[in-house]
């Protein structure tokens, strides 16, 4: 019995010191706070907000063009889905053709 005891002792004793540990660790160090990473658009420059806006866009009319059955709506996506590449590599060949331009090893 007093064996039981010691025993039990000796483990509230190693359990307090356990937790003391613990509370003093947590107090001395300051809690570390976790951000939200921003989206990174900066991984292709030459599309510009005006593109993103417009991809965006195209994406609002493809949900509306295929709920509906209206042959306006299947026009008005065709169309845009034509035009926009074309803007893009428009974009592109400009900001290419400006990083070539200022080019200081030439």
Do not use: D, W
């Not at 417009?54 to 609002?60: A, L, Q, T, V």
Request: charged share 25%; net charge positive; with cysteine.
């Amino acid at each position: 019995m007093k064996i039981e005891i010691m025993y039990f002792k000796k483990k509230m004793l190693t359990y307090s010191l356990i937790i003391s540990l613990i509370r003093i660790s947590e107090s001395s160090m300051p809690a570390s706070q976790t951000r939200k990473q921003k989206k990174v658009y900066n991984t292709k420059p030459s599309l510009t907000l005006g593109i993103r806006i417009s991809c965006g866009n195209r994406r609002k009319l493809y949900l509306t063009y295929r709920k509906s059955n209206n042959p306006l709506h299947k026009g008005h996506y065709k169309s845009y889905c034509h035009i926009l590449p074309e803007v893009i590599m428009a974009a592109n060949k400009l900001y290419f053709n400006n990083c070539i331009k200022n080019y200081l090893n030439k």
